[in-house]
């Protein structure tokens, strides 16, 4: 499903897996930008593929009895030239999250805004879950969007929001379905 996100002026794939989870998936720039105060960097063997520069946005929202684990996450690929991919994770600074006016970003999937950042510990999370999954073309992925939910956020859910925002982006530069490809992994969930 495409539908339009007027909050964040973009067009959204919905890619929904009953039982699973849900996953919105957006191109371009999201409102989410924060400040990093560290970054978390790796890299890993590249593959052999073509590729071009690409924004991408994601976020996810599962659902269990009450409890509804979401996160979101937005990032940058740039080809690079030297053989492998790099990933960087853009840490929000301590202590940020808890002033009662801290700046927040809607939500295409929930009735209430994200919280706009990257905790160290939901950072950890994302950063060993771009290193798993499919390989990336030569260059640098760098996570520098995020959201989070302050009862509905854990380094699981945002585990699971890297790999389907590193699983859109290796269809999108492999000339896959985005959606068959999100769609797969959240079945896996």
């Known amino acids: 499903m495409v539908a339009e996100d007027e909050r964040v002026g973009t067009a959204m794939t919905i890619v ?71 990933f960087s994770v853009a840490v929000a600074p301590f202590g940020v999250f808890d002033a009662d006016e801290a700046p927040t970003c809607p939500s295409v999937l929930w009735k209430q805004p994200f919280t706009v950042g990257l905790p160290g510990e939901f950072a950890s999370a994302v950063a060993d879950a771009l290193g798993d999954g499919p390989g990336l073309p030569t260059g640098t992925l760098t996570i520098d969007r995020a959201g989070f939910d302050l009862v509905n956020s854990s380094e699981m859910i945002f585990g699971q929001t890297a790999a389907a925002l590193k699983t859109a982006v290796a269809a999108l530069l492999s000339g896959q379905d985005v959606d068959a490809a999100v769609r797969s992994l959240v079945s896996s969930w």
């Open 16 to 86: 929904e897996v009953e039982k699973h989870g849900i996953v919105a998936i957006g191109e371009g720039d999201h409102p989410a930008t924060y400040q990093a105060a560290d970054w978390l960097c790796s890299s890993r063997p590249a593959i052999a593929a073509p590729a071009v520069p690409l924004r991408l946005h994601v976020e996810v929202l599962r659902r269990f009895g009450g409890l509804a684990p979401r996160a979101l996450l937005g990032g940058q690929f740039v080809p690079g030239q030297d053989h492998e991919t790099r």
